[in-house]
């Protein structure tokens, strides 16, 4: 019961930018959006996360629709470091007031010199 | 540097038995996490704690057993009881939600097979 839709592979040049869709249109107003990537046999690396408003940190850019419908990870930069499966995920909040990441299957960017 | 740790990074289980994983933080996080991840899955919630002495069940609990007797540690046992426990084991940490909005961090995991 993934809330988010990714597109399962993306390919990018080495050096442009890599703008990763997500989908979660059935995303509650409370519900944040965060990005993950993992390289193969490690555990998942935090990139970004935000709620409604545009985010930029040292790795990335988050953009958000309006409606909140939709989000797109840029990757200013691509290097070849950045191949990896990545994750757009939505942070839920349960009864208890506990937080839970719910994973899809993920999108393999593979970044070609 | 702070982190977390998991151990063994590979293990092997002969069918039938019990197996324990190791998880360490020294983050300072009240809350921790453990996953399984099957090839070319997503991740999914096995059990959640926010507290010392206090877990929860996630999505897929059954056949697995836990404790949180200190707040650095939360091992993971898996049981015979678990059909299919050849997966790839992850677990994280956090910050509660009400000291903000923090991420959970990862540990680099622990890959389980039966002989």
């Known amino acids: 019961d993934a809330k988010t839709t990714q597109p399962p592979s993306m390919d990018c040049a080495e050096g442009r930018a890599a703008n990763l869709p997500c989908n979660h249109s059935t995303i509650s107003g409370n519900e944040y959006v965060y990005w993950y990537r993992q390289i193969h046999s490690q555990g998942p690396q935090y990139i970004i996360h935000?709620?409604?408003n545009n985010e930029t940190n040292e790795m990335a850019s988050l953009i958000i629709t309006e409606d909140r419908k939709s989000s797109t990870l840029i990757l200013p930069h691509a290097t070849l470091r950045d191949t990896a499966v990545y994750y757009c995920?939505?942070?839920?909040?349960?009864?208890?007031?506990?937080?839970?990441?719910?994973f899809g299957k993920g999108m393999k960017l593979t970044v070609n010199p | 540097d702070g982190g977390i740790t998991q151990s063994p990074k590979y293990l092997f289980r002969k069918e039938g038995q019990n197996v324990t994983l190791s998880c360490e933080q020294n983050?300072?996080?009240?809350?921790m996490y453990w996953y399984r991840q099957d090839p070319g899955q997503g991740l999914r919630l096995i059990y959640y704690?926010?507290?010392?002495?206090?877990?929860q069940k996630g999505d897929i609990a059954e056949g697995y057993s836990v404790s949180r007797e200190k707040k650095e540690s939360f091992p993971l046992t898996v049981t015979s009881a678990q059909k299919n426990p050849t997966a790839f084991y992850l677990c994280a940490s956090s910050l509660p939600i009400h000291r903000g909005n923090q991420p959970q961090h990862f540990g680099d995991g622990t890959r389980l097979s039966i002989l």
């Open positions: 935000g709620l409604k």
């Open positions: 995920i939505v942070r839920v909040i349960t009864q208890g007031g506990s937080e839970k990441l719910v």
């Open positions: 704690s926010q507290i010392v002495n206090d877990f």
């Open positions: 983050l300072n996080h009240d809350a």
